[in-house]
């Protein structure tokens, strides 16, 4: 709200939403981008994402450590949640790991968007695309400094590869790529890494599969491109919604089946301690192989030969369940605050849960409840609904056990 950083006046609510997006790393947007906000307006914008993305925790820990700061034991056991260590002697090196490892997956990024855009665009025109670009792909935010997102690039293999493969590398989690660096060996992967490399591989095969099977014949998406250009549309599209928010196509001229398969993509997200959300992709997999298991009476499901424990399951079921239920509560509110078709509001309200960012159109004309109701969302996706389950339930003692009840299931 305050001078030069808009070309336009906005008010305090749009002001309110575009922050939340920001930092929540969602990108949806009440006003456009590029044309409303100048560089300065931008750069705020993109600070905003590099925080919200990279996590307050990891920028709290370094800046503490660096002012000579020391870490109280509590304030070491949140850290370890943030961060899911179980070594509190490694926590710092951690978010070390983190910073570095992201400036240096962004100067890369950074370096080639920016040889890119040098092909057509002043030199401050290309660098600036190219920062704004590589900080809200790598941070999964998907803000784009055009109306229509990516659409004018849909057939470029540059921008698809370099702009996917930030959001992959961010969504994958910062862990598993840490892990990855210090063992460089497959066996010597933990359990967690294992299963989000191999999870994230067989998503985005089958969602491209989907994806093209299902478009193929649209003329309003793949059917009006060339081969080429349908290729990278379909790569793009397909694993766009794992929490990234960019788009190639028109999002509102999807079939029903491909909106729905968004949904759900929007609904998972990506992996635990990374720049997405959404419920993650290991918490997708717990529940599925949970129900694999006591569909064939196996009291101990496993994976890559390790026992799920029952606490696991529990959190991953608890998680879900907060989930769905936060966005029915949001979806049927959206359906009284806003005048749109029903499939417009689910998708919106999964995307901002999911701060993913993608939109049928319904952003620009969302209401001031509306608004509000979607900034409760990001936020809520962002901070992840069990941890402010975890904030407002009461912990308490269990002194008495009560005997097994029957209760008919199904």
Avoid at 13 to 19: D, M, P, V, Y
Avoid at 198 to 204: E, Y
Wanted: net charge neutral; hydrophobic share 50%; with cysteine.
């Amino acid at each position: 709200m305050l001078p030069g950083m808009t070309t336009q006046p906005i008010s305090w609510i749009q002001s309110l939403f575009t922050a939340t997006s920001a930092v929540t790393v969602t990108g949806l947007v009440v006003v456009d981008t590029g044309t409303v906000f100048t560089t300065l307006g931008l750069t705020v914008i993109a600070l905003l994402i590099q925080i919200g993305g990279l996590g307050l925790m990891t920028f709290a820990v370094v800046t503490l450590i660096a002012l000579g700061g020391k870490i109280s034991f509590i304030q070491q056991s949140a850290i370890k949640e943030a961060f899911n260590q179980t070594d509190l002697s490694t926590l710092v090196s951690t978010a070390k790991s983190v910073l570095i490892f992201a400036f240096v997956i962004e100067l890369v990024g950074f370096i080639i968007l920016s040889m890119f855009w040098l092909q057509t665009k002043t030199w401050s025109e290309a660098l600036f695309h190219a920062f704004f670009y590589t900080i809200s792909a790598f941070n999964n935010a998907g803000f784009a400094l055009n109306e229509d997102s990516l659409s004018s690039y849909v057939g470029s293999p540059t921008i698809n590869l370099t702009i996917t493969g930030l959001f992959i590398i961010g969504g994958l989690g910062f862990s598993v790529w840490i892990e990855l660096l210090k063992k460089r060996k497959w066996q010597g992967l933990s359990v967690y890494s294992k299963v989000m490399i191999l999870g994230t591989v067989v998503v985005n095969v089958i969602a491209v599969v989907l994806f093209y099977i299902i478009e193929e014949d649209n003329p309003n998406t793949l059917g009006s491109l060339d081969g080429v250009s349908a290729f990278w549309a379909t790569w793009f599209q397909a694993v766009t919604p794992r929490t990234a928010g960019f788009n190639t196509l028109a999002i509102s001229e999807l079939e029903n089946a491909s909106t729905f398969l968004m949904l759900l993509l929007m609904f998972v997200g990506g992996g635990s301690m990374s720049t997405a959300s959404g419920i993650k992709l290991v918490t997708f997999i717990v529940l599925i192989l949970s129900a694999y298991s006591y569909l064939k009476r196996d009291p101990s499901p496993t994976l890559c030969g390790r026992a799920i424990s029952s606490e696991t399951r529990n959190k991953a079921l608890a998680l879900t369940l907060i989930s769905t239920g936060v966005s029915w509560v949001a979806i049927f509110l959206l359906l009284i605050t806003e005048d749109a078709p029903f499939l417009d509001v689910a998708f919106e309200a999964i995307s901002a849960l999911g701060t993913v960012g993608l939109s049928r159109g319904l952003t620009g004309d969302l209401s001031n409840i509306g608004e509000l109701i979607i900034i409760i969302l990001m936020y809520m996706g962002r901070l992840g609904p069990l941890t402010l389950a975890y904030f407002l339930a009461s912990p308490r003692n269990v002194r008495v056990l009560y005997p097994n009840g029957t209760l008919t299931i199904g």
